[in-house]
């Protein structure tokens, strides 16, 4: 029998979906991999949940294992920085803000990645600092320097834009 955890998992999963489909994109620039980056989180997650010691924590480690298989799949696949527009139009997983056409998001992912990362956890996902810390397993500190460093290359190329 599955416990109450194991629950709450698959519940926070099917409620987030939409939002793990568009990091996962953020990194892949592609439909179908982004796809494949959350089904393998989800498969990781529901393998491994019983190391998760409160579900207090579940956020922070979904989106870890997210953050770490979407690297994974950079690694070994590279980012597909050419897509088609369709791809985000096609699924109920898009948000305006994810729109390839924005100009600010076609500005996010200018940024190097250590520093888009940080951009879209906070900005798109409305996390906390200390939560992306404890995501990317950087320090806190980190985070706050690569957030403000992003914030001003994104004003630049905003202006420079203009």
Not at 18 to 47: H, I, K, M, P, W
Request: charged share 30%; hydrophobic share 35%; glycine share 4%.
């Amino acid at each position: 029998m599955k416990n109450q955890l194991y629950e709450e998992i698959v519940s926070y999963i099917i409620e987030n979906q939409s939002r793990f489909y568009r990091l996962a994109y953020s990194y892949t620039g592609n439909r179908e991999a982004a796809l494949d980056v959350v089904q393998n989180a989800v498969c990781t997650t529901l393998e491994k949940y019983r190391t998760i010691r409160k579900s207090e924590y579940m956020k922070t480690w979904f989106y870890r294992v997210l953050v770490n298989e979407s690297l994974t799949y950079i690694r070994d696949n590279g980012r597909e920085v050419l897509y088609e527009p369709l791809d985000l139009e096609e699924g109920s997983y898009q948000e305006p803000a994810y729109e390839p056409g924005l100009e600010l998001y076609k500005k996010v992912e200018l940024l190097p990645e250590n520093i888009r990362v940080v951009i879209v956890l906070h900005y798109y996902e409305e996390m906390t600092l200390k939560e992306i810390a404890e995501i990317t397993d950087t320090n806190l500190n980190t985070v706050k320097s690569r957030l403000y460093s992003g914030l001003k290359k994104l004003k630049n190329y905003l202006e420079e834009a203009h």
